[in-house]
């Protein structure tokens, strides 16, 4: 058997998270190997050609708001590896039945007073809501995109907010989203406009703590946009592995990790499914909870792994994507300048959606995130040509390849709804089930998009409750995926957060 080659830190994943990780600790001088089970780099943010030849289609995650806002990556030279984000005209549309959408523009005036022109006084309730957090964007951005415990992000929001601004904040952090809407808006459209947002994470607008999660991707709507990398989610990949090789990192590719080495409570390596085995003082794991405890076995003390294993996954999902012949034809003019597109109706009707989901019905009527990058990117498709792709939460009884093909028959219909002749302007689609979105990327445990549950629990304390998430008691090993806190979406923090407590340690021999 040959012996280990030595490294002197280890990453598990080449998400943005693995790579921001693998980042920082070869920007400390370390040499650095990131192990990546699948044959692209990326996890779940990658581009393929999905649907048929010239047709980019984003295979996960394709609006990057948070991305945009990241601290992490507005501190890489990422534009000199070809990353360029794209913006489209308007951010978000929700459109209602009545022909008519709620819009979320880039300028905080211009989406007030179109809210406005929807129901008097709902963008001017709106503006005063936003203006004074906006204000203080750079402190409320490093709070919520920024490691654990998020102390200088929030020291600064309250220097900047005062006494009753943290109040305010901290109620916005426990309040449902359906109650911040009642506050603000009196009219169906705002309300549904809020809606939509909410559901990007797994909490309804009737549970507590789903008022932050809508409020503040529409914040980052007025502050960064919602952009997407220009020719595919892989331009922001790239980017990063282009950074890391200048730095003297490596990633190795279809080298998926089966085991952990530890040795007298201390980290000693991993080996791979290829035979190969690697020696490091650092071990970063970007991935699940559960995963992490399956690649250490009996090593792990077991009163944190009964924690760990606490640890619970957001709903399952159904993605699909589709070649178009032209662009999507919606009733509402906003929808058809929107890179995102929340599909579902009046709030009333979002609700009912969530709610099926909930209780294990099928929606006839989902809910869906639909995207069309190609609208802003004409790099995505061919001339005259548009891609566009839609997700939705499902309950348990869609299983198997037939019942998502199904449900994507439902999506279509919905989409119709809102958009009719859609269906005619189909040239092939591309669906990913539950199974097939956690074969792509394992994290995606049953098609849970999220890294976990953001249930009001797992939301600040992500894996469990600790003064340091990203620490395991196996000295030298660290987790900095999702799964910890800040959580989901493409911005790299946990990674990067992992990285530096690993660094920190390191340092005083811990």
Sequence with gaps: MSRPEPVDALVIGSGPNGLSAAIRLARSGRSVVVCEAMPQAGGAVKSEELTLPGFVSDTFSAVHPAGAASPVFAGLPLAEHGLEWVQPEIAMAHPMPDGRAGALYRDLDRTAAHLDDLHPGDGTAWKGWAQPWLDHFDALRRTMLGGFPPLPGAARLAAGVGLSGVLDFARLLLMPAADLAEELFDGPHARAWLYGSVLHADVPAEGSGSAIAGAYLHLLGHA?????????????????????????GEVRLSEPVTRIVTHDGEVAGVATATGARYRAPIVVAVTT????????????????????????????????????????????????????????????????????????????????????????????????????????????????????????????????????????????????????????????????????????????????????????????????????????????????AAAGYALAAARIGR
């Design 289 to 496: 909870p559960h995963a992490l405890l399956d690649l250490v076995g009996d090593a792990m003390p077991s009163r944190y792994a009964r924690r760990l294993r606490r640890f619970t996954y957001g709903p399952r999902t159904v993605k699909v994507d589709w070649a178009l012949d032209g662009p999507t034809p919606w009733t509402a003019p906003e929808a058809r300048r929107a890179g995102t597109v929340h599909v579902g109706g009046e709030a009333e009707a979002v609700t009912a959606q969530t709610g099926a989901v909930a209780r294990g019905d099928v929606p006839e009527r989902p809910f869906m995130l639909f995207g069309q990058q190609s609208i802003a990117d004409p790099t995505r498709a061919p001339e005259g040509k548009h891609t566009a792709w839609a997700y939705t939460r499902v309950p348990a009884a869609v299983h198997g390849p037939e019942a998502a093909v199904a449900h994507v028959e439902r999506m279509t219909d919905q989409v119709e709804r809102f958009a009719p002749g859609f269906r005619d302007l189909v040239l092939a689609r591309h669906v990913q089930g539950p199974a097939d979105l956690e074969a792509g990327d394992p994290n995606l445990v049953g098609g849970d998009v999220g890294g976990g549950s953001y249930v009001l629990h797992q939301t600040v304390f992500r894996p469990l409750p600790a003064l340091v998430p990203y620490a395991t008691p196996i000295r030298g090993l660290w987790l900095g995926s999702a799964s910890t806190f800040p959580g989901g979406a493409v911005h790299g923090v946990p990674g990067w």
């Design 224 to 248: 960064v946009g919602w952009p997407s990398p220009r020719g595919g989610a892989s331009g922001l990949t790239d980017a990063l592995v282009g950074h890391l090789g200048d730095l003297g």
